[in-house]
Every structure is written in structure tokens, then in C-alpha cells.
């Protein structure tokens, strides 16, 4: 287990990180609707509020399975990426391709409809990660390390443009995980 101290510099070094990227992706014409502190203060709102509830719904409705599934992150982190590589990224281009034919348009649109389902569910899960990796002591997850999860999170997330591809990086952790539990219940 990573010590707390490296993860607690992590996290700061992305705090400042965020913070540059903020600033760096500042439109600078004037005019034009919201103010950008304002955009970037409601962008940090909105996704802590969804990462929050997605990680504290995690930890919450089932928590063994989400203290499994961060101990599995903890324990293999590469291959939880290579899994979430795999289920995010190339399983949804070969549904793509699939569903050009009319027997695979069958089987692509329920396989994306899942794909969509177990997004949230390791996005929850990725916040439940995070969040027991800087605050998490005891072995076990709760809400609470979902919420500072969502915290943690929603700095790249209140990045215009390029936050929303590294949120999107960083979930895929969480995706790879539960991507590769279904497929090995499956298998069994």
C-alpha cells in the first residue's frame, strides 16, 4: 500500500497542477456570459457534487464490494488501467464497429448501454479510491472516503477542456475494475 504521505503530495501537486491549468485555460477576450472564475467555480460545484454522490453511493449501498474492489486497485493498479484501457476505450470501438451490421446493432446498443452502467459504477468507485488513499487508515471504505474523493476529482474536472479528458483518464481505474470483475463472474 502506497504511503499516505507520497499520496497526500500527489494530491497537492494536483491541486496546484489543477489550479495552473485553471488559470492556463482562461479564455482572454472579454465579454461572453459567465466570468471565468465563475465557470471554473461552478464547473468545481457541479463535479464535486456528482463525484460525491457517485463514490458515497458507492461506499454506501455495498460496501464489500467496493472495499474489494479498492484493495484490487491497490494491489494491481496496472492492471486495473490495462482493464479500464481495455472496457473503456477498446471494447466500445469494437461495439462501433459492430453495430454497422444490422445483427450487431442487436448486440452494440445493450453492450454500450452496459458500458455506460459500469462507467458510473467505477467512476463511484474511483472516487472511493482517491479518497481512501489520502484519508483511508483502517483497511475498509466508507462515504466519507467517497465524498473527499469527489473533492480530490473535481479539480481536473473544473479544468475547461482538458480536465474533463483527464477525469475521464483517471476513471478509468475505477472502470477497469469493475470491467474486470464482471468479466470473470462471466467466465466462471
Not at 466519507?144 to 481536473?156: H, K, M, S, Y
Request: aromatic share 4%; glycine share 18%; no cysteine.
Amino acid at each position: 500500500m502506497p504511503s499516505k504521505q507520497a499520496v497526500s503530495s500527489l494530491g497537492s501537486l494536483l491541486a496546484v497542477l489543477g489550479l495552473a491549468g485553471v488559470a492556463t485555460a482562461q479564455p482572454t477576450a472579454p465579454g461572453g456570459g459567465v466570468s471565468p472564475a465563475l465557470s471554473v467555480v461552478i464547473r468545481f460545484g457541479v463535479g464535486f457534487a456528482i463525484l460525491a454522490i457517485l463514490g458515497a453511493a458507492a461506499a454506501a449501498i455495498n460496501p464489500k464490494y467496493t472495499t474489494n474492489a479498492v484493495r484490487e486497485i491497490q494491489d494491481d493498479l496496472g492492471g486495473a488501467i490495462g482493464w479500464g484501457v481495455l472496457v473503456g476505450i477498446f471494447v466500445p470501438i469494437g461495439l462501433v464497429i459492430l453495430a454497422l451490421t444490422v445483427i450487431g446493432a442487436l448486440v452494440s446498443i445493450p453492450g454500450l448501454l452496459l458500458i455506460g452502467v459500469l462507467g458510473i459504477i467505477g467512476t463511484g468507485i474511483t472516487a472511493v479510491w482517491v479518497g481512501n488513499s489520502v484519508i483511508g487508515d483502517d483497511g475498509t471504505v466508507s462515504a466519507i472516503d467517497g465524498v473527499a474523493g469527489g473533492l480530490l476529482l473535481a479539480v481536473p474536472f473544473a479544468i475547461p477542456v482538458v480536465g474533463g479528458l483527464l477525469l475521464n483518464l483517471i476513471t478509468l481505474v475505477g472502470l477497469g475494475v469493475v470491467g474486470r470483475g464482471l468479466y470473470e463472474d462471466w467466465a466462471d
